[in-house]
């Protein structure tokens, strides 16, 4: 059935330092793409999407490309800041307009 | 306040009392939804409505009843609460476009059920 799949968390990293978070995907179809961040005390809120195989979505230094032939959208920043301390949830999109939410990644970014 | 908001952010109940969950959105979106969240679990979709009087069932809602009797509205009610359902709860809407997707998401309920 649907799913996404994300690496687990927590991620721990310094600040400066370059993110990876895995994400892959298993539906029907071409949906679209999407990564959403928490931060704490807060709802989700869009951070980039992708709609097509091989788009790009980039918001605030992140990016990730819709890679059609291995069902992924990894998320990647070069250089995280202490601000981007937060939950990274990697969704698509399943029909009626609802997601398909993975699991969540909280990433905790160290001065 | 324009956007979606949700009431109460904290609910303390007691198993087995009614509660009921306040979603306000003004933006006049179609879709609004309920998730719910665990760890471990991410966001799991509860109810999902495409328009006003027009809901449908998600992943997992069992021990919820939703309605949709004005499109900016969509309360969510928990009949006789358990302490399986302590969670932080979620609602979102949507824009009806096809393609879009794209959901905006009230700062949520934190529910114990004692």
């Known amino acids: 059935g649907n799913s996404v799949t994300q690496m687990e968390g927590p991620v721990t990293l310094s600040e400066e330092a370059f993110l990876t978070i895995n994400c892959t995907y298993t539906?029907?179809?071409?949906?679209?793409l999407f990564w959403y961040v928490q931060y704490p005390g807060e709802g989700l809120q869009l951070l980039l999407k992708?709609?097509?195989?091989?788009d790009k979505g980039s918001n605030k230094g992140f990016e990730a490309t819709y890679r059609k032939e291995t069902t992924s959208f990894h998320l990647e920043k070069g250089s995280v800041q202490v601000s981007d301390s937060a939950v990274y949830f990697c969704?698509?999109?399943?029909?009626?307009?609802?997601?398909?939410f993975g699991a969540g990644t909280r990433l905790a970014v160290h001065p | 306040d324009a956007g979606i908001t949700q009431s109460p952010r904290y609910k303390i109940t007691e198993t087995g009392r009614q509660v009921t969950l306040m979603c306000h959105q003004t933006?006049?979106?179609?879709?609004m939804f309920w998730y719910r969240q665990d760890l471990g679990h991410g966001l799991r979709l509860i109810y999902y409505?495409?328009?006003?009087?027009?809901?449908d069932k998600g992943e997992v809602p069992d021990g919820y009843v939703v309605s949709r009797s004005k499109t900016e509205n969509f309360p969510l009610t928990l009949e006789s609460a358990t302490r399986s359902q302590t969670s932080v709860y979620f609602c979102?809407?949507?824009?009806?476009?096809?393609?879009?997707?794209?959901?905006?998401f009230g700062a949520g309920t934190r529910l114990s059920v004692l």
């Open positions: 979102a809407s949507s824009e009806s476009q096809t393609g879009k997707n794209i959901q905006y």
């Open positions: 539906a029907t179809g071409y949906p679209s």
């Open positions: 992708a709609t097509k195989a091989d």
């Open positions: 969704a698509f999109s399943g029909g009626y307009n609802k997601l398909i």
């Open positions: 933006w006049s979106h179609s879709y």
């Open positions: 409505s495409a328009a006003a009087d027009i809901t």
